[in-house]
């Protein structure tokens, strides 16, 4: 969240508790127009220029093969969900869960699980993250192209990776789901892949 508000001062989930809105919380209420206007944002900081870095939403194969991290099974530690609260941030306990984060239930600090044999963490839940492709529910296909039937704006953009409320059978690399590039929601947020010029 302390990234984002470099880009949006100010910016939190409206109607979450104030450890939920802190910085080393994952950026939510997040739509794909947004993300993408970090994603230009950061690329054109002095420090990132000058190291030559170019941000942007991973597509949806990038983002699956960092979930994945050079595995075949169902999750980057295993074909079941036991240990999945070593890896990621998911409704542990099955109940049901708050229409607003709190009482300790909500997003969590990045970074403090374990990660992936790529090194990189919460790939796994607490929030989905935007990709950059279109999202086709019909054909259950995606490309970086906008859809052909809607030359204004794609129908749907994907979004991998369940979040803190979902059980463990959505917090897998293989789920995937999409909505409208506007859409915001409490539960959705964005991971950036960083190309080196």
Not at 32 to 37: E, L, S, T, V
Not at 84 to 105: C, H, L
Not at 156 to 177: E, Q, T
Request: charged share 30%; proline share 7%; hydrophobic share 30%.
């Amino acid at each position: 969240m302390g990234q984002y508000r470099k880009f949006k001062p100010g910016h939190k989930v409206e109607g979450a508790d104030d450890e939920f809105n802190a910085d080393d919380r994952p950026a939510a209420m997040v739509n794909w127009h947004d993300a993408r206007a970090f994603c230009a944002w950061l690329s054109e900081q002095p420090e990132e220029k000058k190291a030559g870095r170019v941000y942007a939403l991973p597509t949806e194969a990038q983002w699956e093969w960092a979930a994945r991290a050079g595995t075949t099974t169902s999750r980057h530690f295993g074909d079941t969900d036991k240990g999945q609260a070593d890896y990621s941030w998911f409704n542990v306990t099955y109940t049901p869960n708050p229409k607003a984060e709190g009482m300790g239930r909500g997003r969590q600090p990045v970074g403090r699980l374990k990660p992936n044999a790529f090194g990189l963490y919460d790939m796994l839940g607490n929030v989905w993250e935007w990709c950059d492709d279109w999202y086709d529910a019909e054909f259950y296909r995606s490309s970086p192209k906008e859809d052909p039937r809607n030359t204004k704006e794609a129908p749907y953009r994907v979004f991998r990776g369940g979040s803190w409320r979902h059980d463990p059978r959505l917090c897998r690399p293989a789920i995937r789901d999409g909505r409208t590039p506007g859409y915001r929601y409490r539960l959705l947020g964005f991971r950036l892949a960083a190309v080196q010029e």
